[in-house]
């Protein structure tokens, strides 16, 4: 390892070099051949654009207080994630406001948090109800498509809301989206039981993403049309996927990203409260009682449905290399410059780019990354001062 105050060593994961990286004023200001061979790897800081929570710090919890989101932070970083979308599911309205101005104070209150959120997702309520399409999130609080409560939710967090994720089966949809869109918010296709008509729709009415591809559909579909082939097929809309080996097969992980190719895949945690967690039974806010498995599963109790995931993006990448059949460098774009283009910025390694770094021990086949440094804006995570 060879870190100081201005620089940083490692292999490129595009060509497989050894470079040393040199830091100035938070930002990489040179990338040079280092001398020797480096054993870890060098890349930049990953992109989370869906976190629930993480190393018990639930952003879904009610009473939700801004010192949880800062822990929240600091937990990501510890894991590499160096920008992330705080992400609140289907609840009441008063939930999800208070809980959005919980965020906001919070990261008002801190430049790091500025820094690290660039918006903040909200993740329904406006979803399909029926079993399956609606995943853990709770039936009683799945409600139409309401641009009046998007207002309300904007005057709450001043302006925070950057995404939203809609289901099209509602005719109401496609107003909605087109408004949300019009004010750059990303629309992102999710937890639907739609036509593939109404994917479309969506696409046309300005919906540019898919949540969790794969996930969060009914249980049984036509073999074709349906929602599936339509999200793939249409070139408007980009992808994320989460590929924690309990949400989607690897032949699925596999086939999917081939289909939207790699400029338009992102891989997403969405991890909940319960990532980092030891195995066990618990009572949450994100689907009640739910099982966490030693493999890493979390799901309902009694029943087949995932309740979010457990898995850090970080280790996801290193699955989707292995289940995906992608370089190391391919599973890193989709899990940072790619989300860089929804995220507003970051995800790169090159002169200019923020010093968010992280750099790691990997073989072909690992189910983990085995971090050893991150750097944010050049500054070693456990010595950020917020």
């Known amino acids: 390892m060879s870190v100081t105050a201005a620089t940083i060593s490692g292999r490129d994961p595009s060509s497989g070099a050894s470079i040393r990286v040199t830091i100035e004023q938070g930002r990489i200001a040179a990338i040079d051949p280092a001398a ?73 209150a801190e430049p790091t948090l500025r ?79 739609a036509t593939a008509e109404q994917i479309h729709q969506a696409a046309v009415a300005g919906a540019t993403l ?24 249409d070139d408007r809309l980009t992808a994320t996927f989460i590929a924690d080996g309990h949400h989607l097969p690897a032949d699925t992980l596999s086939a999917m990203i081939r289909a939207k190719g790699l400029d338009r895949s992102i891989l997403v945690s969405d991890t909940a409260a319960l990532g980092g967690m030891p195995p066990g039974a618990y009572e949450t806010p994100v689907g009640g009682r739910v099982v966490l498995s030693d493999t890493g599963r979390l799901g309902l109790a009694d029943s087949p449905y995932l309740a979010g995931a457990a898995t850090p993006l970080k280790d ?37 780019a923020p010093a968010d770094l992280i750099r790691f021990d990997w073989q072909p086949g690992d189910d983990a990354l085995r971090l050893d440094t991150v750097l944010f804006g050049g500054v070693p995570a456990g010595e950020m001062r917020r």
């Open 115 to 193: 820094a690290m959120i660039p918006y903040v997702h909200v993740e329904g309520p406006h979803i399909a109800a029926a079993d399956g399409a609606r995943g853990a999130h709770p039936r009683e609080w799945v409600r139409p498509c309401d641009p009046g409560e998007f207002v309300r939710w904007q005057e709450a967090c001043g302006g925070l809301v950057g995404m939203v994720t809609v289901s099209p089966h509602d005719p109401a949809a496609f107003a909605y989206i087109a408004a949300l869109s019009a004010e750059g918010v990303h629309v992102a296709i999710g937890h639907t039981d």
């Open 316 to 352: 996801s990448v290193a699955r989707a290399a292995r289940d995906a059949r992608l370089t190391l460098a391919e599973a890193l774009q989709l899990a940072a410059a790619n989300p860089a283009r929804i995220a507003g910025g970051g995800g790169v390694l090159a002169v200019g």
């Open 210 to 233: 898919s949540t969790h591809l794969g996930n969060a559909a009914p249980p049984r579909l036509a073999r074709h049309p349906n929602l599936l082939w339509a999200q793939l097929a």
């Open 36 to 108: 020797g061979r480096e054993e870890a790897w060098l890349a930049p800081g990953l992109i989370d654009l869906q976190v629930n929570g993480f190393a018990g710090h639930d952003l879904n919890a009610e009473g939700l207080a801004p010192e949880t989101v800062a822990a929240l932070a600091g937990a990501l970083l510890a894991v590499g994630v160096t920008r992330f979308a705080p992400t609140l599911i289907t609840a009441s309205e008063a939930r999800i406001t208070a809980n959005l101005a919980a965020i906001a104070a919070a990261r008002d």
